[in-house]
């Protein structure tokens, strides 16, 4: 009796601080399927497709994998085995543009969607290199409130600038513990009400002395594209981005509500087709340059992909990319369980992995798989 009465009072205590019922009802850990349980904006591709080259033969890839599984068991396997040990949905290589492996798993196609979650984040600070190229933006070293002057009255905000946000460097509190009931991360991801979450934040950390990664600095980038374009996120991403890249399929980006206060989850929840994620890395791979059209400037694609450590920014991450091996001069979108849109310049390189529920894979571990994959082509 005594513990039935126990397990009430946290189950009170768990619902009252939490501001959506959504992470009791579903789980606080998302997966590739809770995207579902949102509305969603819709961005339409373009009637013009760019498709990758099918290859004319099949390639030998990847059969001397030297893996250490989750036990530290150091193994050889194939490729085609590796995709299946960690719970993979999309596995895809390009080289040049031709399609070199596909392989996807548990239900999923090419024309499956796949829900991104922090690999999606370059994809908001593309769009804020974007609005600097078009000059809606005029410098990383604008404030923030030059943009959103209801933070004009918050301690502190007056000294965070557009280049903190991109850097997570901003100091804002934000508490991420891999999403247990009670940290903003949870809030975020299963919130009803992100207008009034952002807002509600206070200043941690004096800006440019910390890196401390944080959802609420992608969602303020999104506040300021909502103001400088005068409309959504999503019509951004479709104008300047989807439809110039030849997508094949249209997206749809996740919301907070369905209702005309609803703003997108920027911090994850793009659902796209593996394909089209992989025609993003190509811009990149490209230096922004598409098919003769420059959709972001080469200048904001080499600093968003080279180490950058002053102010405090991570050298190994800049603008939302993860740098690789200074050697190798890869860079990569990196999300939950070993998403990846991962790029190798010197030899045109793309590998797009997507997965679920495998929380025990880390950058480093993905870092050496890629490069054995890379060594073996």
């Given at each position: 009796?005594?513990?039935?009465?126990?397990?009430?009072?946290?189950?009170?205590?768990?619902?009252?601080?939490?501001?959506?019922?959504?992470?009791?009802?579903?789980?606080?850990?998302?997966?590739?399927?809770?995207?579902?349980?949102?509305?969603?904006?819709?961005?339409?591709?373009?009637?013009?497709?760019?498709?990758?080259?099918?290859?004319?033969?099949?390639?030998?890839?990847?059969?001397?994998?030297?893996?250490?599984?989750?036990?530290?068991?150091?193994?050889?396997?194939?490729?085609?085995?590796?995709?299946?040990?960690?719970?993979?949905?999309?596995?895809?290589?390009?080289?040049?543009?031709?399609?070199?492996?596909?392989?996807?798993?548990?239900?999923?196609?090419?024309?499956?969607?796949?829900?991104?979650?922090?690999?999606?984040?370059?994809?908001?600070?593309?769009?804020?290199?974007?609005?600097?190229?078009?000059?809606?933006?005029?410098?990383?070293?604008?404030?923030?409130?030059?943009?959103?002057?209801?933070?004009?009255?918050?301690?502190?905000?007056?000294?965070?600038?557009?280049?903190?946000?991109l850097h997570h460097t901003s100091g804002i509190a934000f508490s991420d513990n891999k999403f247990d009931l009670f940290s903003d991360?949870?809030?975020?991801?299963?919130?009803?009400?992100?207008?009034?979450?952002?807002?509600?934040?206070?200043i941690e950390y004096a800006p440019g002395k910390v890196f401390k990664y944080s959802s609420e600095n992608t969602m303020l980038l999104a506040l300021i594209i909502e103001k400088i374009t005068n409309n959504s996120v999503s019509n951004y991403l479709q104008e300047r981005i989807w439809k110039k890249l030849g997508m094949e399929a249209p997206a749809e980006w996740s919301l907070d509500r369905d209702d005309e206060k609803g703003i997108e989850k920027v911090f994850c929840c793009l659902q796209a087709t593996t394909k089209d994620f992989a025609k993003f890395a190509r811009l990149y791979l490209n230096d922004g340059n598409w098919k003769g059209e420059q959709i972001v400037s080469k200048e904001w694609v080499k600093k968003s992909t080279s180490p950058h450590p002053t102010g405090n920014n991570k050298h190994f991450y800049h603008n939302n990319w993860g740098i690789g091996p200074l050697k190798y001069g890869s860079f990569f979108a990196i999300g939950l369980y070993g998403q990846y849109l991962y790029v190798y310049p010197e030899e045109e390189i793309i590998i797009v992995r997507f997965g679920d529920k495998s929380t025990y894979l880390h950058t480093g571990y993905w870092n050496q798989i890629f490069l054995q994959i890379i060594d073996q082509l």
């Amino acid at each position: 009796m005594k513990n039935k009465f126990l397990f009430f009072i946290i189950s009170i205590i768990i619902l009252s601080s939490c501001s959506s019922l959504r992470p009791i009802r579903y789980g606080a850990i998302p997966t590739q399927k809770s995207y579902k349980r949102f509305p969603s904006r819709a961005v339409k591709n373009s009637d013009t497709i760019f498709n990758f080259i099918k290859p004319s033969k099949e390639y030998g890839l990847g059969k001397k994998i030297g893996l250490i599984n989750k036990d530290f068991n150091a193994t050889n396997v194939s490729l085609d085995s590796f995709v299946k040990l960690h719970k993979t949905v999309s596995f895809m290589i390009i080289r040049k543009d031709t399609i070199l492996y596909e392989n996807y798993q548990r239900n999923y196609s090419d024309t499956t969607k796949v829900s991104s979650f922090s690999v999606v984040k370059p994809i908001l600070s593309t769009l804020i290199g974007i609005a600097i190229d078009e000059g809606k933006i005029k410098s990383v070293e604008d404030y923030l409130v030059d943009y959103l002057p209801e933070f004009k009255n918050k301690v502190g905000f007056n000294k965070i600038k557009v280049r903190h946000l991109l850097h997570h460097t901003s100091g804002i509190a934000f508490s991420d513990n891999k999403f247990d009931l009670f940290s903003d991360n949870v809030e975020f991801y299963w919130g009803e009400n992100l207008r009034d979450r952002i807002l509600n934040v206070e200043i941690e950390y004096a800006p440019g002395k910390v890196f401390k990664y944080s959802s609420e600095n992608t969602m303020l980038l999104a506040l300021i594209i909502e103001k400088i374009t005068n409309n959504s996120v999503s019509n951004y991403l479709q104008e300047r981005i989807w439809k110039k890249l030849g997508m094949e399929a249209p997206a749809e980006w996740s919301l907070d509500r369905d209702d005309e206060k609803g703003i997108e989850k920027v911090f994850c929840c793009l659902q796209a087709t593996t394909k089209d994620f992989a025609k993003f890395a190509r811009l990149y791979l490209n230096d922004g340059n598409w098919k003769g059209e420059q959709i972001v400037s080469k200048e904001w694609v080499k600093k968003s992909t080279s180490p950058h450590p002053t102010g405090n920014n991570k050298h190994f991450y800049h603008n939302n990319w993860g740098i690789g091996p200074l050697k190798y001069g890869s860079f990569f979108a990196i999300g939950l369980y070993g998403q990846y849109l991962y790029v190798y310049p010197e030899e045109e390189i793309i590998i797009v992995r997507f997965g679920d529920k495998s929380t025990y894979l880390h950058t480093g571990y993905w870092n050496q798989i890629f490069l054995q994959i890379i060594d073996q082509l």
